[in-house]
């Protein structure tokens, strides 16, 4: 057990960010249809060479529209629910650490470029990091 709790901050730097035409984005990636690309930076593109179209990859992104989060927050009701739930309960993206996840379905990689379906990301949301999707297997 931790007896001297230590807070550590940490700062991020984007990979890269979303480009949609999308003018609605769907609330979640499970039930999102929208096709858009992840730009990535120059310094990056190496890593995106074992990304191929069919694949799907982990996206962890900045919810940057995001208003600042308080205490008033630790209780939201989703908008597709009729109670209210503890945010760690939900997807909202408004959370302590404004952090986003979608599972997105790679269409197609072209350079630094990687066009996906799936997105729930307005234009310009930052990326953070990508990786591959692994099917959950029960171990029963």
């Known amino acids: 057990m931790l007896q001297n709790k230590v807070v550590q901050e940490y700062r991020f730097k984007q990979i890269g960010y979303i480009r ?3 003018e609605k984005i769907p609330r979640h990636w499970s039930v999102s249809d ?3 690309e992840i730009v990535i930076e120059p310094e990056y593109k190496l890593g995106l060479r074992d990304i191929k179209a069919g694949d799907r ?4 992104f ?3 529209k995001s208003s600042v989060f308080g205490p008033e927050k630790l209780i939201q009701k989703p908008p597709h629910l009729n109670e209210t739930k503890g945010v760690f309960s939900t997807c909202s993206p408004n959370r302590p650490n404004p ?3 979608s599972v997105l379905e790679v269409l197609n990689v072209d350079d630094n470029v990687i066009k996906v379906k799936g997105v729930d990301m307005y234009d310009g949301t930052p990326i953070l990091d990508i990786k591959p999707y692994v099917e959950y297997k ?3």
Do not use: M, Q, Y
């Not at 990859?57 to 962890?60: A, F, K, M, R, Y």
């Open 62 to 64: 900045v919810f940057h």
């Open 57 to 60: 990859i982990v996206v962890l």
């Open 99 to 101: 952090i986003g996840l």
């Open 34 to 36: 929208v096709e858009g």
């Open 138 to 140: 029960n171990d029963k």
């Open 20 to 22: 949609t035409n999308a």
